[in-house]
């Protein structure tokens, strides 16, 4: 089985909410908006390449567009094995979280 | 649109592309925009800009790490490819990687003999300041004559006289007669004793194990000696205050002991001793006239130098005018520097130089024709076997990979292996050092850490070899269109087709003109050894005259010669091969007032022509019937007559300083010094108590018996002295030691350079052999015979080394012909001396070709065929 980073695993979730919508600045914001803290482009260009190689996340060049000074968009989005992977990590952390963690974590926080 | 500030700056885009390249550098440039455009619009210009920056650097460690990951992983992929085709074809491999490194290994060697070459002297610590004074004297016909060697004077008059000279120190290597020394029972003749100054050790550095430089030759009797001297007299290197006995000299107090002096120093002695003992015995050094010492100036600054060189050439003029006017004496400042390789001065302490730098720029010259026969072997190779990956090509460049990509990785290619040839040639290097120091006569080491520089000009050298292998194919075979090359239609091994012609052709040329040069050179030096000399240098030995030999040497001449193995015995001042005595002759009959020749001297005895072979052209030998001749005789040789220009010289007045006398003989011009020269003026006259050196001409048959007889004599008549003797042949011989290493280590290259050019045809012999396996067999089915397949196999080949025996000759004529220019009787270069080479080469060429021709003639077309 191979494991997803923590990073892979944010961005790959971003990428599938981001559905048909998924480039570099959108990718960025939502992995913010989820961790609640600001990524910069140099954190999320890393894993995006990673994933691409592993091919668990496709990547294809939209129209040129004008906000970008002309440029294409590259547009992400999930393969079959992606999903296979992130359903894989689901799995595990329904077994790695025990009731038990979960309960003694959960208290601390609160 | 308001472009301008829309636009994020333009450094940006400069950084990111230093670290992002394609689709990724697109994409980051475009996020980065659109972002900043959308803050721009919603928080203003300062604001976006703020974040702007702030975004860019908090990226910055993210984009590094993250190109040097990918790159990383391309370059495990390169490596591996490069390792699978190493493996894959091993006989290409073999041959690329053994020409290289056999030529990196040549290259390091002559690396290292170069870098000893320029090192001479770099030792002292004020070598940057250190200066030694030389002397020219112009003769009547302009001609220039410049001598190392300097008056006695000279030195404390300059430090007097110009403040820029901030020390002086005289030397003088003591060679008049052979050197016993003795301690207890250690008795060894010694030719490195030598006196200097008391500033010698100030002025130059030669480190102290034990004793005090500044006071080492304050007393007049002390003796300063090496480690290795001290080891051979005491047996340990605990030496000061002990005492070292010089047969009719005295006793000698070391007061020092210096370190073995470097092989590299122009400098040698194993002995040295304040310089006052010497003046003290022998008084006649005194004036201007007597240039007996080596006299080296410490200057403030070196700047100074050509200030000082225009104050000190007349320097003579205010002192003897009278001398100024006979001999047109000048003195001039050399840089200690310059000693061992440009230096052309009569009376060197290590003979003519300039010739050594002509060897430097030969060496060299020889590296860098290797590297390139070397570098050449692996672009021909890489350019005529690129159809074979151009499918690899093809693939990487569909991938995605562009140009500059497959450059990289070609040019890494030919870097990796010329890094494996040189871990190769360093190995090759350790294991030939001890071969080729005994080639050069030297004494290199070879430890890779023990020196930065020269760690680093390995290094650089492999680089620079990988660069230059590399640049080509990686040129090439990145320029190739993935659409053709994976459709099949690359015509296969035609690309660079005349590029890797004229490559071929540069190293057969480069090849052709060493083996002319070997050719040359050795042309030359058999010349030189079977030349006539004008007297009979076969089975004559030599020996010091001294101790009871001198008062007594009539009785030991005849006694020798009852031995009938003895043909003749004379004595004379001077070794023809080591001639010392040079003065200006100012006094003859029929001379104009102005005329002053420079003319060699020795004093010899009555059977010294005779003895030696000389043959006599006019007048007579020295007569015993003329008692006359005793004081008065000159026997002169033909250059002199020419140069005194008298028509009758025989009866004719002549003097050599105040000894008046006659000419009695003139004897045919022979070559009482090295080849290098050409014959000079040479009077002889007798003088008995000047003489120093005693030959004996010994018969062929018996020799080992004569010589035993010969040593109980010389113990018979002088006890004190050990008999030590030399074959006057041998010591010719050594005259041209220079030559001869340069010649063997000049063959040894050529030899490999050959090879190496040998195994790089042979490789595309066998690469084109492969590429036409078809064709030949379509032209063998259609009824071809195999020679014909042969020649049509070798026509190219022949067709290229042709070419490069006509581009070759030239070059080497013009070379060669000025390395000849060193030597004042040479060769001419013949038209066989170029023809043979090209010869050579060409049934090298083709019998390395034809193994390959031969195998493709002689294979069955069914076989060649089969599978279309």
Known sequence: MNLLSRSEEIILLAIWKLKDNAYGVTIREQASKDTDHEWSFGAIYKPLKKLVHKAYVEKRSSEPCSERGGRSKYMYSLTQTGKEALRDIRKIYKTVWTEECKLAFDKKNR | ?868
């Not at chain 2, 450094?11 to 972002?35: H, N, R, S």
């Not at chain 2, 003519?352 to 390139?372: D, G, N």
């Open chain 2, 1 to 868: 649109m308001n472009s301008n500030k829309d636009n994020h700056p333009h450094l940006v885009k400069i950084i990111l592309g230093l670290f992002l390249d394609g689709d990724d550098y697109y994409q980051a440039i475009g996020d980065f925009e659109e972002t900043y455009r959308y803050q721009v619009k919603t928080k203003g210009l300062a604001k976006a800009n703020l974040w702007f920056w702030f975004m860019f650097f908090k990226s910055l460690p993210g984009f590094i790490s993250n190109s040097i990951y990918w790159r990383g992983v391309m370059f495990l992929n390169y490596l591996k490819i490069a390792l699978r085709n190493i493996k894959r074809h091993k006989g290409y491999s073999f041959i690329n990687i053994a020409g290289l490194a056999i030529g990196l290994a040549c290259c390091i060697l002559i690396f290292l003999w170069v870098w000893d070459e320029l090192s001479y002297d770099r030792f002292h610590e004020h070598i940057h300041e250190l200066c030694r004074v030389v002397r020219s004297e112009r003769s009547q016909d302009g001609t220039i004559s410049r001598f190392a060697g300097t008056p006695r004077p000279l030195g404390p008059s300059f430090k007097e006289a110009y403040p820029e000279i901030i020390e002086f120190a005289r030397f003088h290597p003591y060679k008049s007669e052979r050197v016993l020394l003795e301690y207890k029972d250690n008795k060894f003749y010694e030719d490195g004793f030598s006196f200097a100054d008391p500033s010698f050790f100030a002025v130059f550095t030669f480190p102290f194990i034990q004793g005090d430089p500044k006071t080492a030759l304050s007393e007049p009797y002390a003796v300063v000696i090496t480690e290795q001297t001290a080891e051979k007299y005491f047996g340990s290197k605990d030496a000061i205050g002990r005492t070292l006995t010089m047969k009719n000299w005295g006793d000698f107090t070391v007061s020092g002991i210096i370190k073995n002096i470097p092989a590299n120093s122009h400098i040698q002695f194993d002995f040295i001793s304040p310089i006052g003992i010497l003046f003290e015995r022998f008084s006649w050094m005194r004036g201007w006239r007597m240039p007996h010492f080596y006299t080296y100036v410490l200057l403030e600054k070196i700047s100074n130098i050509h200030n000082l060189n225009a104050k000190i050439r007349d320097h003579i003029k205010g002192i003897d005018p009278e001398l100024f006017k006979i001999a047109t004496l000048h003195f001039a400042l050399q840089p200690v520097e310059d000693i061992h390789l440009r230096s052309n001065y009569k009376f060197d302490l290590s003979g003519h130089s300039e010739i050594k730098s002509v060897y430097v720029t030969f060496f060299s010259a020889i590296a860098v024709f290797v590297l390139i026969i070397a570098c050449i072997n692996f672009m021909n190779l890489a350019t005529a076997r690129s159809a074979n990956r151009a499918r690899e090509i093809g693939i990487r460049k569909v991938s995605g990979a562009n140009r500059s990509d497959i450059a990289k990785q070609f040019f890494g290619e030919s870097l990796l292996m010329s890094l494996i040839s040189l871990g190769i040639a360093i190995i090759l290097v350790a294991l030939s050092l001890p071969v080729f120091n005994a080639l050069t006569g030297k004494q290199l080491n070879f430890t890779l850490f023990s020196n930065m520089n020269i760690l680093l000009g390995i290094l650089g050298i492999a680089v620079i070899t990988g660069c230059l292998s590399g640049l080509y194919p990686s040129m090439l075979l990145s320029s190739f269109q993935p659409a053709s090359v994976l459709k099949g239609t690359l015509a296969s091994g035609s690309k660079g087709f005349l590029f890797r012609r004229i490559l071929v052709i540069t190293q057969f040329t480069l090849s052709l003109i060493l083996i002319i040069g070997t050719v040359i050179i050795y042309r030359q030096l058999d010349y030189m050894q079977s030349m006539k000399l004008g007297y009979d240098k076969d089975y004559l030995l030599y020996f010091a005259k001294q101790g009871g030999l001198r008062g007594q040497y009539d009785a030991f001449k005849s006694t020798l010669l009852k031995n009938p193995y003895i043909l003749g015995v004379t004595t004379s001042s001077d070794v023809p091969t080591h001639t010392r005595h040079l003065t200006i002759i100012e006094d003859w009959e029929g001379k104009s007032p102005e005329d002053r020749i420079l003319m060699n001297y020795f004093s010899v005895d009555h059977d010294f022509i005779e003895t030696f072979g000389i043959e006599m052209v006019a007048g007579r030998n020295f007569s015993k019937d003329f008692s006359t001749d005793t004081n008065e005789g000159y026997v002169v040789n033909e250059e002199a007559v020419k140069q005194m220009g008298i028509k009758s010289p025989i009866g004719k007045r002549f003097s050599l300083w105040n000894y008046k006398g006659h000419i009695i003989g003139v004897m045919k011009n022979f070559h009482f010094k090295s080849l290098h020269d050409i014959i000079e003026p040479l009077i002889f006259r007798i003088q008995p108590q000047w003489d120093r050196y005693i030959f004996v001409r010994v018969r062929s048959a018996g020799i080992a018996d004569t010589l035993k007889s010969l040593e109980s004599v010389h113990h018979q008549f002088n006890p004190e002295y050990p008999f030590e003797f030399k074959f006057l042949d041998e010591e010719i011989e050594q005259l041209y030691q220079v030559e001869k290493r340069m010649m063997q280590t000049f063959q040894s290259f050529t030899g490999l350079a050959i090879f190496i050019s040998c195994i790089g045809l042979f490789g595309l012999a066998a690469f084109m052999a492969e590429q036409r396996t078809k064709e030949i067999g379509i032209r063998k089915v259609l009824g071809a015979s195999v020679p014909g397949v042969v020649m049509l196999l070798c026509k190219d080949f022949t067709k290229w080394i042709l070419i490069a025996n006509v581009i070759g000759w030239p070059l080497a004529f013009v070379v060669m012909k000025m390395w000849l220019q060193n030597f004042s009787y040479r060769i001419g270069p013949g038209i066989w001396q170029f023809l043979m080479p090209g010869i050579v080469m060409l049934c090298i060429a083709l019998l390395t070709v034809s193994y390959h021709s031969l195998k493709a003639a002689l294979a069955n077309p069914v076989d060649s065929l089969r599978y279309d």
